[in-house]
């Protein structure tokens, strides 16, 4: 039933969303570097894998300078309109394809780079994977403003804020949502998705899911 509502809402997405694909397209191409998408390795259902599918919002090179695979509020590595793309989400909006292909579902825990996923544990790491990682989830939703999480302080990087205090959070998040993942639980989500991009400084989360 699930791949089913992911091949119909994927579907249904590419059809209405396809007409302002084009001049998002066109934007890309002529500013910046040029570039109109960007494909990533992100590890999949079974750790499987895939290229995840994102329009270009930042330089070419960002993994390679700065702060890696990390993205930090105010980076200078993004373009003059991925500020734009990546406020909205719009950025996001190529993953319908990959939902579409089964790389990924609507809902699920979010697929993360080879690198990060290595810092899960194991046993966490073949937990999550027993579904497909999403498009949204509860770990997108409650950390949507990462960005600005991730500061520097004295005597802890970035990285070390990463490792130490974002990523165990997220995981125990999205092992809520494996353990209580139903079609009900994914409507729900793609509601409070669809809100806080509306009203960014909602707490909708919070009354939505009581038992986080």
């Avoid at 895939?50 to 700065?66: C, H, Q, T, V, Y």
């Avoid at 319908?96 to 292909?101: A, C, G, M, Y």
């Amino acid at each position: 039933m699930k791949r089913f509502l992911d091949i119909i809402l994927s579907f249904i997405s590419i059809v209405l969303f396809s007409p302002f694909f084009i001049p998002i397209m066109i934007i890309l191409k002529f500013t910046g570097e040029g570039e109109i998408f960007y494909f990533q390795e992100r590890v999949g259902e079974n750790r499987k894998p895939f290229e995840l599918f994102k329009f270009a919002s930042m330089l070419k090179n960002s993994p390679s300078i700065g702060s890696g695979e990390l993205t930090l509020k105010n980076d200078p590595r993004i373009l003059p309109v991925g500020n734009f793309l990546r406020k909205t989400k719009i950025n996001e909006l190529p993953q319908i394809f990959n939902v579409f292909l089964g790389d990924m579902s609507i809902i699920g825990p979010r697929p993360q780079t080879v690198k990060y996923f290595n810092y899960y544990p194991e046993q966490d790491q073949i937990y999550l994977c027993k579904v497909k990682p999403g498009l949204s989830g509860i770990g997108s939703i409650v950390f949507r403003d990462e960005e600005e999480m991730c500061v520097e302080t004295e005597g802890r990087t970035v990285e070390d804020i990463h490792k130490e205090d974002i990523i165990p959070r997220k995981i125990e998040l999205e092992r809520w949502y494996v353990e209580n993942h139903s079609i009900w639980v994914d409507i729900k989500i793609i509601f409070v998705t669809i809100w806080i991009i509306i009203f960014s400084e909602s707490e909708i989360s919070e009354k939505m899911f009581h038992d986080l």
